[in-house]
């Protein structure tokens, strides 16, 4: 069975600072990796992908297959990264993702 | 890019009464649709895979009969969901993988009163 799990519902940091949110992994083969975000009113839209290994928004995320972990980071954090953020993982053989609860950032000035 | 219209976008019945919720791939052409469920504060859950052309794959626990899916061209899926009840209140989502990622709608809030 593939599960992600995101321990934080709610992380809320001041601009500027660091933000790192948290994604962990369950799946035996090799998975392919997601971040989705979801800002207020809008639809669920890609943000990253591990495969890509890019830079979007100032966000990265690194597989790390021994922690079986693909953590949100972004270094500054902008009013603007306000939103729900989920991550997802697809499995070799299922094209459906299977997506963790979410974590909601809020930046606040 | 790639975008998926869902509607409605929000919806309330009475109980007993049946729903339909569309999804239309626009400038592509969606061969699969995955339907979602969310419930409040808790994640995406896959209820279906609809395929055009054939029938769709239920994930266990999921009432087929209950949750009617149609996905009758290239670019369109429909959710029905029939006789509803008010623990069916929920957030229903729709997404069409793409040659960028996956295309999600923009969901359904079904209420049922």
């Known amino acids: 069975a593939q599960r992600v799990t995101q321990p934080e519902k709610l992380l809320s940091v001041f601009k500027g600072a660091p933000v790192e949110l948290k994604c962990n992994y369950s799946?035996?083969?090799?998975?392919?990796l997601f971040w989705y975000v979801q800002y207020s009113r809008q639809r669920l839209q890609l943000l990253l992908r591990?495969?890509s290994r890019e830079s979007i928004k100032g966000f990265t995320a690194d597989l790390n297959k021994g922690e079986t972990s693909f953590h949100l980071k972004k270094p500054f954090a902008q009013e603007e990264d306000s939103a729900m953020y989920y991550c997802?993982?697809?499995?070799?053989?299922?094209?459906?993702?299977?997506f963790g609860s979410g974590t909601r950032l809020q930046v606040q000035p | 890019g790639a975008v998926v219209s869902q509607h409605p976008s929000r919806v309330i019945c009475k109980s007993g009464t049946s729903v339909k919720i569309e999804c239309r791939s626009l400038?592509?052409?969606?061969?699969?649709m995955f339907w979602y469920r969310q419930f409040p504060k808790q994640s995406l859950m896959l209820m279906a895979t609809?395929?055009?052309?054939?029938?769709?794959?239920?994930e266990q626990g999921v009432e087929k009969d209950k949750f009617l899916i149609n996905h009758a061209s290239l670019t369109l899926s429909t959710l029905t969901v029939t006789s509803a009840h008010p623990e069916d209140s929920s957030f229903y989502i729709c997404?069409?993988?793409?040659?960028?990622?996956?295309?999600f709608g923009s969901g359904t809030r079904l209420t049922v009163v």
């Open positions: 997802a993982l697809q499995g070799s053989g299922r094209r459906a993702l299977t």
């Open positions: 400038d592509f052409q969606a061969t699969t």
């Open positions: 609809s395929n055009e052309g054939s029938k769709a794959t239920y």
């Open positions: 591990h495969i």
């Open positions: 799946y035996s083969g090799s998975p392919e």
């Open positions: 997404s069409a993988p793409g040659s960028h990622g996956y295309t």
